[in-house]
């Protein structure tokens, strides 16, 4: 059965997110979601992935939930950079009933992106938590939000580096193909290698067959004069 993942980057248009040290966390989560699509679509198979908005568009909590309930997404990924002092990286899931699903994916997204944090030198794991965040609440499947460092704070010396970025969605998208079991894509069998040497090879080229020998030995004649080795066999 094909799996839907929907990746929602938080914030978009007029909604900037939090702002500091020149950065945008629109901006940021769009790029992290965008590297966690590649990745997944480069490596694995068995499902389909949209995002809530492609751009820079302005939407509403509401309308990022609706999308996935419509769509029937079997995860919600909800990308942010935090704000407020702080540093690290934490997950969130709804702090209301929720299945035992939810708590599996919360488990294996935060595994995988503070693994790849860590590569890069973070070291600061906020935790796993649970909020009444309005995107966790009104999805109707699995879903997790994830906080990927501060955008205030000597956190954002990671935040300007674009391929701290990209490891970061890469992360999520291993998260999430990991949870919902897809299948990794089969590489392509190389190409067989071929050498442009002879060396060591010969090839016969007949060029036909004639009934007069006088006819033969003219050609033959012909193609000496150019240099190529030639024999007459009697058939």
């Known amino acids: 059965m094909v799996k839907k993942v929907k990746w929602d980057p938080g914030h978009g248009g007029s909604d900037p997110g939090a702002v500091g040290n020149a950065l945008l966390e629109k901006v940021l989560t769009h790029k992290i979601v965008g590297y966690a699509m590649d990745y997944l679509e480069a490596n694995f198979t068995g499902f389909t992935q949209s995002t809530t908005r492609g751009g820079d568009q302005t939407l509403s909590l509401t309308q990022r939930t609706d999308q996935a309930n419509k769509e029937g997404a079997d995860v919600f990924v909800s990308v942010h950079i935090n704000a407020g002092g702080g540093k690290g990286f934490e997950s969130f899931i709804y702090n209301g009933s929720i299945s035992s699903a939810t708590q599996a994916f919360q488990n294996t997204l935060h595994a ?124």
Request: net charge positive.
């Open 112 to 235: 995988e992106v503070m693994a790849a944090m860590r590569k890069d030198g973070v070291t600061s794991d906020r935790g796993k938590k649970r909020a009444n965040f309005a995107v966790l609440r009104q999805t109707k499947m699995v879903a997790c939000l994830t906080e990927n460092l501060f955008i205030d704070t000597s956190d954002a010396n990671f935040l300007k580096k674009e391929a701290f970025l990209k490891a970061v969605g890469e992360a999520h998208a291993r998260g999430v193909a990991k949870f919902l079991g897809l299948p990794v894509k089969k590489s392509k069998p190389a190409a067989p290698k071929t050498s442009s040497s002879t060396t060591g090879s010969l090839y016969k080229v007949q060029v036909g067959a004639f009934a007069e020998r006088a006819n033969a030995d003219r050609l033959a004649a012909e193609l000496k004069a150019k240099g190529y080795p030639v024999h007459i066999v009697k058939q």
